[in-house]
């Protein structure tokens, strides 16, 4: 089907006039990717224990993408929602309204960055990084907590930043759009001489946001017709930086971002300015590494800092009508470091073996929540805690054909220890097709979130557990067409619910707390295939198909689940030397809400457009939902609203201006 729709797509797009201006050299053909994540050692995705992914940064600036979850919305078998505050991934069918991607682990550079209160990999402008400083992303399916412990669950998702040598002089981009929207970036790097290498950059980007959304549920008197009303804006802020010399890596991050929320979630009063529902978040990380030799083991320790910080204001009615909003603040503080080490060595009989250990101090897992006058509501947890594992991981080359691979690892948390497998059986016919049979076992630890914002829980919580067995064909056919085929099915258990666990309970929560108990079953099927022509040409197709039910809830679909995703992407050379267009379109089927009822299908097609207009000078323009569709996603339970309407069409112009460089 995909080599259908990809044949079409290449035809068509063949036809485009004066192909000649776009070389074979300035797009490249296709050849055997290497990844690191998935093995935590660099190899050729045809010979690692996962069905893996690579976006590149030639990817990421072709199709205009402005955030992570930009570039996974687009990744055969995740999509991605969003209840204007935050994006939320999903993979194999699994993306619950209220879930804080809480089941998929967020890597930079091979470094945890999910917090440490929520554990939330967050993947809008909340992330961090500015995604132009992406060198790649590597998306890597299935269990992994083999290597990565709690939250690797359904996918990890590695994000490796450029380096100095990657963006090779100073480069300033600045664009402005419909909704209010701008962006400023300035970029530097360089790799000298003596070997240093260094990288840095910052951005500043804003949004207005729609300035009047209509939401049915509050459609009724005084409460301005269901309209909210300049209500949606965002502004963010990053920098980066990176330092390398010699055996040592250097990483830095800072960001802030503020969102508007004009949803009236959890119960607020509706189309408020003052105050307004309000969301901060502020990520910073810090990272050093250091890698050598000793004979013929690689040695690699890494020591991180990480804080993350998050902060609502909370618009609430007063018990009369006339009586004034109340405003209700409620944050976090989550300060951890993080100490590693891995060794890699090649053994006799052709075996790689890779063993680490890693401990984890918690030194701060605060949470707060209280009116701005004292009340018996008021709350102040401070929290902390530590964690460990080790882990080993070996792989053996019983012939040149056949490979096996085995990984367990060890964790240890202060209520529980949890150890977890993985296999896999690759055969390769040759070094660009492999077949795999893949298992693995993963869990995901109670958050401090889950185990303490709701007074009345305790450390009764255990962990959640899922089994998957997974089967892969992989096929590179020369420099121009690659396929993938994947299967598979798993069991997830002992998954956390919020509800009312204690009914006697007075406080302001009324009972509310978590519980284990959940249970899904799930099986799917994802084909892909990508081709590239000579002269600049490229596609890339999928498919997916998957069905995941809750057994607590007699089988029935999870709500937030599409049965079906397509995905196409095609880029082709446009009439000036070195310009292109890309266009990207994407199709997820009918999803429940949590309500039983249903959103239509969502069929979004953006345009990209990269136009040279002289040495260092790029005009680029993008225009996200071309056809201006209208669709909503499905709500959580914090919403009053079974749906969230997203944007229609939107336009964005910009220059990109690259100087200094040697």
């Known amino acids: 089907m995909c080599l259908l729709i990809l044949s079409g797509a290449v035809r068509a797009a063949a036809q485009t006039p004066d192909l000649s201006q776009i070389s074979i050299e300035d797009l490249g ?47 055969r078998g995740f999509f991605v929602t969003n209840d204007r505050n935050y994006s939320y991934v999903g993979a194999r069918g699994f993306n619950r309204p209220g879930d804080y991607s809480t089941r998929v682990l967020l890597l930079v550079n091979g470094h945890r960055v999910n917090d440490n209160v929520f554990d939330q990999a967050s993947v809008g402008a909340e992330f961090g990084i500015d995604v132009a400083m992406f060198e790649r992303v590597e998306v890597i399916r299935g269990p992994a907590s083999s290597l ?13 930043t450029k380096t100095g040598a990657a963006i090779d002089g100073v480069s300033i981009d600045a664009d402005a759009g419909t909704l209010g929207t701008g962006l400023a970036r300035v970029a530097a790097g360089r790799r000298f001489a003596n070997g240093m ?3 840095l950059s910052g951005t500043y980007e804003q949004s207005h946001g729609v300035a009047r959304l209509y939401q049915a549920a509050f459609d009724q008197p005084g409460d301005n017709g269901g309209v909210a009303d300049d209500l949606d804006a965002e502004q963010a802020g990053q920098v980066y930086g990176r330092f390398s010399s010699g055996n040592l890596t250097v990483t830095g991050a800072f960001a802030r971002r503020t969102k508007d929320v004009p949803t009236a979630s959890f119960f607020t009063v509706f189309n408020s300015h003052d105050p307004a529902q309000q969301t901060v978040d502020v990520k910073s990380m810090l990272s050093a590494q250091y ?8 040695l690699t320790t890494e020591a991180t800092l990480d804080h993350a910080g998050y ?8 018990q009369e009508p006339q009586d004034p909003i109340l405003e209700y603040r409620d944050g976090s503080s989550g300060l951890r470091w993080t100490l590693a080490s891995r060794l890699t060595r090649r053994l006799a009989g052709r075996q790689t073996l890779v063993a680490g250990a890693e401990f984890v101090d918690n030194i701060k897992q605060d ?7 004292e009340t018996p ?20 080359k019983l012939r040149r054909w056949l490979l096996v691979n085995g990984g367990l690892r060890h964790n240890r948390f202060a209520n529980f220890s949890r150890t977890t497998p993985r296999g896999a059986v690759i055969l390769m016919p040759s070094a660009n097709h492999s077949f795999k049979y893949l298992y693995g076992r993963a869990f995901r630890a109670p958050n401090a979130y889950e185990m303490y914002y709701y007074r009345n829980q305790t450390s009764h919580l255990r962990p959640e557990s899922i089994d998957t067995h997974e089967w892969v064909w992989e096929g590179y056919f020369g420099e121009r067409l690659r396929t993938a085929v994947s299967t598979y099915r798993y069991r997830a258990s002992q998954l956390l619910n919020l509800g009312v666990n204690d009914p006697d309970d007075a406080t302001a929560f009324g009972g509310l707390g978590f519980t284990n108990g959940g249970t899904i079953r799930a099986a799917g099927l994802e084909l892909e295939s990508e081709i590239r022509l000579k002269r600049g040409t490229q596609g890339l197709a ?20 599409p049965r079906h995703m397509a995905k196409l992407r095609l880029t082709v050379p446009g009439p000036l030397a070195h310009s292109a267009a890309s266009f990207e379109w994407q199709y997820l089927s009918t999803r429940t809400t949590i309500t039983g009822s249903s959103v239509s299908p969502a069929s979004i097609a953006n345009l990209t457009l990269n136009v040279p207009l002289s040495r260092g000078l790029t005009l680029t323009g993008q225009i996200r939902n071309l056809f201006d569709a209208r669709y909503a996603d499905p709500g959580s339970d914090e919403h009053v609203a079974d749906s969230i309407e997203q944007n229609g069409r939107t336009i964005r112009v910009g220059l990109r201006w690259k100087l200094w460089a040697p």
């Open 367 to 373: 949470q707060f929540g209280g009116y701005l006058f």
């Open 311 to 318: 902060g609502g204001v909370y618009p609430f009615a007063g």
């Open 197 to 199: 290498d260094l990288a």
């Open 29 to 75: 053909g296709l050849s055997v990717q290497r990844v690191f994540g998935a093995s935590d050692r660099l190899q050729p995705v045809t010979e690692v224990p996962s069905s893996v992914t690579i976006v590149t940064a030639d990817e990421i600036s072709r199709f205009g993408y402005r955030t992570l979850a930009d570039i996974l919305g687009g990744v």
């Open 148 to 160: 990565y412990g709690t939250n690797a669950l359904f996918a990890v998702v590695n994000v490796v």
């Open 377 to 396: 509501g008021n709350f102040v947890l401070n929290q902390s805690s530590r964690q460990g594992a080790v882990y080993v991981q070996d792989e053996i």
């Open 291 to 298: 890698t050598r030799s000793l004979g013929a083991t690689g």
């Open 542 to 561: 999928s498919y997916t198909l998957q069905d995941a039910k809750d057994s607590a809830e007699g089988g029935r679909r999870l709500s937030n689940s």
